[in-house]
């Protein structure tokens, strides 16, 4: 069966039928850190929207190494390695890298940029998205599933 938005890896699938609920390329240190890469692109769903067809094939480490007790955990494939999602303990949401955690080129782009800070020098973000110090201003955390 087909859906929406399909990703993971050859072990470990995740899927989603629901569109996200926040859509954002992050500027923050913690994904720099994490990814490797200067920007990401970071979709949220509500927890019961992403679907992982394996839970028991994945590894979880804190996201955030510098707060380990934090809300979201890294789940990678106990096989392979792959980045498979973010996976929220509080079970608010769960988040993907489309380019790093199996999704292809057609999930929609990010809609805003979150995270931005100037004080780190990187010129200001000039592609007409609108550019935030955090989340978008009208994001909720949805309720724990």
Known sequence: MSHKYEGGCAH???HADAEPIDNHTCHCSVCKGVTGQPTTHVAFFKH?????????KLNRQPFNASNPDGPLELCTCQECGTPIMLDDK???IRA??????????????????????????VPRPS??????????SDFVWPSPA
């Open 12 to 14: 470990v699938h995740t």
């Open 48 to 56: 019961d929207d992403l679907a992982v067809d394996h839970p028991d």
């Open 90 to 92: 509080q079970n608010r």
């Open 96 to 121: 993907i890298v489309p380019n790093l955690m199996g999704y292809d080129g057609s999930f929609p782009a990010a809609s805003y940029h979150a995270f931005y800070d100037p004080s780190t020098g």
């Open 127 to 136: 592609d007409g998205r609108p550019v935030s110090e955090g989340l978008r």
